[in-house]
């Protein structure tokens, strides 16, 4: 297996999209159950192909943009095997110009931290991703917090879902899949108590807008990532965010393949983000984020 080390040329890029899903392997096994596939795919209107990992690097490489990719290990909650971090590690380094690859592991597994820095030192994934509702567990209770330490000590980012969810929507109970379980403020105690882990908190937080950006405003460890609404939709308070007191840790995400970002970068012309702030929020603040700065950029980070 092939550790993943990085090879981005910032300065080509532009733009750094922090919120790429993998739905597929090399395999043809999916990252969800088909029933919940095709809710997903019903609740954002989406019926585009599923690109395998080096279609979405082809993909992100025709644009000059830079891509997070991950999948979700959920196989606790959803009775589903997960895509294998590991192997979009692999995957991420073949095209390591253009993909930067999070791992992803079930907290609610026993041996949780063991995978966790088996994909770090192995794999060289540079951050999780953790779907509270879809994986089924609160994030603030301290049963976790053995896994965020390990990611605090390595330095990784950890990448949490906020927010409603097209997951499960529309089938019936939602399939028992539980929104409040991504709540941003369940994330405030996380950033009090791992105050060097950095925290990114995805999606417009639709109906907890506030709370994400009350948590953002108060623990500097977290960002906000754009990801998974059309531009058109932002609450106005996020855009007001976005605008000002918090344009240096708003993050540009897509939600590709659900959302694609040729949609993101046409519908953000609708909206009232200021020029002066997109530079930061497609690129330059996940390049800081990710300490993939410009050489000459690392003085003034």
Known sequence: ???????????????????????????????????????????FAADAPRPDLDGVAAYYR????????????????????????????????????????????????PDAVDRARRLIEDSGVRGFKFHPTVQGF????????????????AGVVALFHTGQT?????????????????NPMLLDPVAADFGDLQIIMAHPSVPWQDEAISVATHKHNTWIDLSGWSPKYFPDQLVRAANSFLKRRILFGSDFPLLTPDRWMRDVETTALKPEVM????RDNAARLFGILPHHDKETS
């Open 1 to 43: 297996m092939t550790r993943y080390e990085q090879a981005i040329d910032v300065e080509s890029l532009t733009a750094i999209d922090v919120h790429v899903h993998i739905e597929v392997d090399a395999h043809g096994h999916a990252s969800l159950p088909d029933d919940l596939a095709a809710a997903a795919s019903r609740y």
């Open 138 to 153: 609160d994030p603030s209770d301290e049963a976790h917090y053995p896994l965020y330490e390990a990611l605090q000590g």
């Open 62 to 109: 025709e644009r000059r943009m830079a891509a997070v990719v991950f999948t979700v290990d959920a196989e606790t909650h959803l009775g589903h095997p997960p895509l294998s971090s590991a192997e979009i590690a692999e995957g991420a380094s073949r095209n390591n110009d253009v993909l930067i690859p999070f791992g992803s592991v079930d907290p609610n597994r």
């Open 166 to 182: 097209g997951i499960g929507a529309g089938m019936p109970g939602g399939r028992g899949l539980r929104l409040g379980l991504s």
């Open 279 to 282: 530079p930061g929020i497609l």
